[in-house]
């Protein structure tokens, strides 16, 4: 279900680009009348769109969040046991990844932009402060005065 949902997220914004008129409900009934991925709920997906057409995300739809949120328990715990075994589950890990990022309201992005201030001294923005307020810290205690800035070697 997180696959599909990429998906029609990465159509929607093909669409976007290329001004696309899409029909997300017929795009999963063509799916499923002459291709390999022929799951049983792509009529559900046409469901969804016909009740309605500028849904969002699939995760959004009650039938798929229902689904989702039953299933949730037992499918952290086949990641954990793959992860915990050394087994790869490369499209179960990810779709989980992305289900988490996707129903969080704040991701971990706060430690992409501490490394790249402590490496490069690009500076921060924190949470507790106004947006547009940027930071920079010298994570070592050594050095002196550095900023983003470029430089000649």
Not at 15 to 31: H, P, Q, R, S, V
Not at 54 to 74: G, M, V, W
Request: aromatic share 14%.
């Amino acid at each position: 279900m997180v696959s599909y949902a990429q998906g029609y997220l990465l159509m929607r914004e093909a669409a976007k680009e290329y001004k696309w008129k899409l029909n997300n409900g017929g795009i999963a009934l063509m799916w499923r009348g002459g291709c390999i991925i022929r799951s049983t709920f792509l009529g559900k997906i046409k469901e969804a769109f016909d009740k309605q057409p500028d849904l969002e995300n699939l995760l959004l739809d009650p039938f798929f969040t229902s689904i989702i949120e039953d299933a949730q328990a037992s499918w952290r715990r086949v990641v954990a046991a793959a992860v915990s075994n050394g087994i790869t589950a490369p499209a179960m890990t990810s779709a989980l990844a992305y289900f988490d990022g996707y129903r969080s309201e704040r991701l971990p992005a706060n430690l992409l932009q501490a490394q790249r201030d402590y490496f490069g001294a690009h500076t921060y923005e924190r949470v507790d402060k106004g947006r547009g307020e940027f930071f920079h810290t010298n994570w070592t205690g050594h050095g002196g005065n550095t900023s983003a800035s470029t430089y000649t070697v």
